[in-house]
């Protein structure tokens, strides 16, 4: 049996400040079988079993309706070398949600993953020096988050290489860190990771990222462009969601001063149209 956790949206940005607790949890817990058939599921709300996923039920009232999609995916490995992930297709069926007949137990998110992967950390970082150096460059909070999640390294990493790409050709240093430049790069990157992996997945990794600290004034900065960036990708149509398209739009928010810069070690000043190279 496999089990698959699903927070709702809304869990994570109200847990945002605050430790993730599983007594406070909202969402989902799906079960598939050996064949990854669809078996049951469970509704749970502030850590509490409040509805159960499956057919529809017998002398008893249905109050809701709930589709179960799986994005399918798939790589090609040869040599111990393997291609990225590439999505293949979507199936989707729809079972009943009932209530619960009992509050239940408070679920336990520990060591429990959000889908299938394709091999441990080890394997992926076995690829090249080239993985194993970004991942020395890691904060511990995310080396923990990818070894629970190791399917979204490549895609981290990925995003990560655009960001300093990006941000060499239009401020000509992807490294400097109280500048206007840095302010795209960090905008850049969590636009892009979500249009790779989606926005709440790129909000967790954006947190880890900072360590999950949010007090100090630097932490500040870059929440703010990694939030602005991820409500950027939002805001674009289902056409527009590409990396020309995002880049035009970070491009655009830092010009307006929609972005972030530490001017000192305690003034932090909206971003502007200079110091760009190109």
């Known amino acids: 049996m496999e089990r698959r956790i699903i927070a709702d ?3 994570y940005y109200k847990k945002k400040k605050n430790k993730i607790d599983a007594a406070d949890f909202d969402g989902y817990a799906y079960f598939f079988d050996q064949n990854e058939k669809f078996v049951t599921g469970l509704v749970y709300e502030n850590g509490k079993i409040v509805g159960t996923i499956g057919a529809a039920p017998k002398n008893a ?9 799986t994005d399918w995916y798939s790589r090609t490995c040869r040599g111990g070398i393997c291609t990225d992930y590439e999505y293949t297709h979507t199936t989707c069926e729809t079972y009943y949600v009932d209530s619960a007949s009992s509050a239940g137990s408070t679920i336990s998110l520990v060591g429990i993953s959000g889908g299938s992967g ?9 690829i090249s020096n080239d993985l194993r150096e970004q991942w020395n460059r890691l904060t511990q909070a995310e080396r923990d988050y990818f070894t629970l ?15 300093e790409m990006a ?3 239009f401020y000509c240093n ?14 850049f990157w969590s ?18 990222h900072e360590s999950n600290d949010f007090t100090n004034l630097r932490s500040q900065m870059d929440l703010h462009n990694n939030d602005l960036g991820i409500n950027i990708y939002k805001s674009l149509s289902l056409s527009n969601r590409n990396e020309a398209k995002i880049t035009e739009e970070v491009l655009k928010a830092i010009a307006l001063g929609k972005g972030r810069y530490m001017t000192s070690s305690t003034t932090l000043a909206p971003t502007d149209g200079t110091t760009r190279c190109k």
């Open 9 to 11: 949206d809304d869990y």
């Open 167 to 169: 941000t060499e050709y």
């Open 174 to 187: 992807a490294y400097a860190d109280e500048t206007i430049g840095n302010a795209f790069k960090h905008t």
């Open 118 to 126: 394709g091999g441990t950390i080890a394997d992926i970082l076995s």
């Open 61 to 69: 009232k249905v109050t809701a309706q709930i589709q179960v999609c």
């Open 149 to 163: 999640k190791p399917w979204l390294l490549l895609d981290a990493f990925s995003a990560q290489k655009r960001a």
């Open 191 to 208: 636009a892009t990771l979500a249009m790779l992996v989606g926005p709440r997945t790129a909000l967790e990794m954006t947190d880890a």
